[in-house]
Nanobody, 124 residues
Framework: QVQLVESGGGLVQAGGSLRLSCAASGRTFSRVAMAWFRQNPGTEREFVAA????????YYADSVKGRFTISRDNAKNTMYLQMNSLKPEDTAVYYC?????????????????WGQGTQITVSS
């Protein structure tokens, strides 16, 4: 099991930037793919971005491509999500998640450990 703790959420105006961090402990961080998902009340959890264990392969949802950047620092057991040009529709609770293996996927069923989530609110 991987324990995950997100930080960096908050309130930002449209067009602004935020950087989320996800600190991991437990199962070897560098061996597993990681991802960010987001969710609003009453909706399904939505894929945002994923990264393989080395950081060499990344996937993005079309809605965030070109604005968000996922990265990881295996020496620090930490994953990041740099969010630029934020839009009101980016408002959600953002979750950090770890896969069972090294290959990232876009579906939540591919991930087994989840953080508690951090709220991002983008005002217009």
């Amino acid at each position: 099991q991987v324990q995950l703790v997100e930080s960096g959420g908050g309130l930002v105006q449209a067009g602004g930037s935020l950087r989320l961090s996800c600190a991991a402990s437990g199962r070897t961080f560098s061996r597993v793919a990681m991802a960010w998902f987001r969710q609003n009340p009453g909706t399904e959890r939505e894929f945002v971005a994923a990264i393989d264990r080395s950081g060499g392969i990344t996937y993005y949802a079309d809605s965030v491509k070109g604005r968000f950047t996922i990265s990881r620092d295996n020496a620090k057991n930490t994953m990041y999500l740099q969010m630029n040009s934020l839009k009101p529709e980016d408002t959600a609770v953002y979750y950090c998640t770890a896969s069972l293996g090294p290959i990232p996927t876009r579906t939540s069923c591919g991930y087994i450990d989840w953080g508690q989530g951090t709220q991002i609110t983008v005002s217009s």
